[in-house]
Every structure is written in C-alpha cells, then in structure tokens.
C-alpha cells in the first residue's frame, strides 16, 4: 500500500551527509504536523535519520524498502506534548486494552496521519486523520461506542471534542496514546 | 548542541572528515564552529578547496568518490555557509605562511588560539582533524 505524505523528497544517488541536510532544508518549509518522504539510496540513511529526528524532536515513523529505494517517514514536530487535554470523557490505555479484551463491540478512530498508521495501529482501528475529520466524520456512526487516539492525546482531544459537538453520544478520548501502546499492531504499508 | 572543530590538515580526505560532519551537525540545529589552523587553512582558501589532493597513495579513490556520488568539497563548504557554520582563519598559520584574509573565500572570521578557545569552551562535541 502506498504512503499517504504530504512532501516528497528525492535524496537518491546522494552520498552522506546530503540526505540529511536536504531532509532538514525540506522540513523547515512544511508545516507542524506534516508528514515527508525522503527517498534515499544511501545504505546510511536509515540509522542517520533516525538519529537525526531523535535530535531535533521530529517524529521517525519508519522506512520501507523498494528495490534499491529507501522511502523514509518523518513527521515535522508540533507543539502537541505540552497541550492539557479539554475533552471531559477520557479513558486511560489500559482500560483501553482491558475492552479489546472482553467481547465488547467498540469502535477505534485514529486520528493520527496515515504514514503515522501505516507503520503500527491497533488492529481493527479506522484512520481518519485529525484534518479531514470535518469532511468525513458521516464514515462513523453516531450512536457507537468511540474512543478517539492519537500519538500522544492531544490530536485526539480536539477529534473527540469536535465529534461531540456533531452530536456523537459516546466518544471517549483516550489517553496518552499510540506512543505508549504496548498491544497488538498491525502494519499496512 | 555545540560542535568545535580543528581542522589541521588540507588534504582532500580531511575536508570530508570536517565539513560532513559540520554540515550533519548544522542540519540537526547544532551550533557549529572550525577553527582552521596549519594545512587546514586550504580548505578554506579560495583556489586551493576547489582543487585539494588526494593523501599520496590514495589517488585510485578519487573513483571511487565519483561511484559514491560524493558532493564536491565547494559545494559542502557552500552548504555549511550557507546553514551559519562558523568558521575560523588562524591568525598566526596565515602570518607563518604569509597569507591575507582576502585569499580566503567569503564570510571566514580571523583570529588566534583564545578566540577558539573562548568559542570551544562550553562546547558540547569537540573533534579534531
């Protein structure tokens, strides 16, 4: 399955350190929350990028090989660790874990970008990014059970409050998030 | 992050060394400063950077530099301009070797052993070549 990005960039055939000074020319220009590609034949690339975003607080996502290609996930670090959660309903992971467990009937909304779900979801999920909720939140039904994640409960917070606002009866904003989830994944990329 | 970097040697290998890791460190927000003291000096000489040797003895990897499609050195010492790399003539190599700050290219500081002391001093990565 492809990767859905917003920036792509071409960093093959370029010997270190190019990929990583081209990435962070590339990244200065996109917006807080954004994803990019960086395609990349340097065999390097992998351990230095992960390196590199690990230094300057942006997000790695993963890297998926296509034949000599290096395609590589980042996403562009915004303000969302430090921002207190406002949605009133909210359920900590383990809870979360303890339900999937059991045999109820609930439904999973994760808010987070696709590279960002591409690379590890709880299985059963849906993906609707933070960004396109307004345009596609009729893909959900408004009497189930929904507990709303992200990376780290800020994304999802705005996701459940507006959700509620729409009239959905049941959302619940669970918290921190996929940064700590230590259940099942599944991968689609 | 701050890196401090002594580039004493002007062969084409040690620009590699010195502006790769210079220009990595400036692409991940560090502050990055070289001091260049004795052959290093050629590195940042107008003329002599566009054309630096291979070390003797290691002349077939200039090949090898084309296969690996490795930037040239101007263009790495443009990028780490370009990306605010502080850079430093010393003073008393450019007397010995009767040198003038005008044969260097553009936007290079001039100054002695204290002035990258004082630069280096709460550093938090420190490399010599």
Known sequence: ?189 | MKVAIIAANGNMFDAYKVFNIATAAAATDAEVGIFFTFEGLNLIHKDAHKQLPLPSGKEHFQEGFQKANVPPVEELLDMAKDMNVKMIGCQMTMDVMSLEQDQFVEGIEVGGAATFLSYAEDADVTLAF
Request: aromatic share 4%.
């Open chain 1, 1 to 189: 399955m492809e990767v859905n990005v917003n920036h792509v960039l071409d960093a093959k055939g370029l010997a270190c350190p190019m990929p990583i000074v081209k990435t962070k020319k590339e990244i200065d220009q996109i917006e807080p929350g954004q994803v990019i590609e960086i395609q990349a034949t340097d065999q390097g690339s992998t351990a230095d990028l992960k390196a590199w975003a690990e230094n300057t607080g942006h997000q790695y996502l993963g890297t998926k090989e296509e034949g000599d290609v290096l395609k590589h996930y980042v996403r562009k670090s915004s303000e969302e660790d430090t921002t207190e959660t406002k949605h009133q309903d909210v359920l900590e992971l383990e809870n979360l874990k303890d339900r999937l467990e059991g045999d109820e009937q609930i439904t999973i909304l994760d808010v987070r970008e696709p590279a960002e779900y591409a690379f590890g979801h709880i299985p059963g999920s849906i993906n609707i990014p933070l960004g396109e909720l307004e345009d596609r939140s009729e893909e959900l039904n408004q009497d189930d059970d929904i507990h709303v994640i992200c990376r780290t409960g800020n994304r999802s917070d705005l996701a459940a409050q507006k959700l509620s606002g729409k009239g959905f009866s049941s959302v619940k904003n669970v918290v921190p998030g996929m940064k700590d989830w230590d259940g099942p994944v599944n991968q689609n990329h």
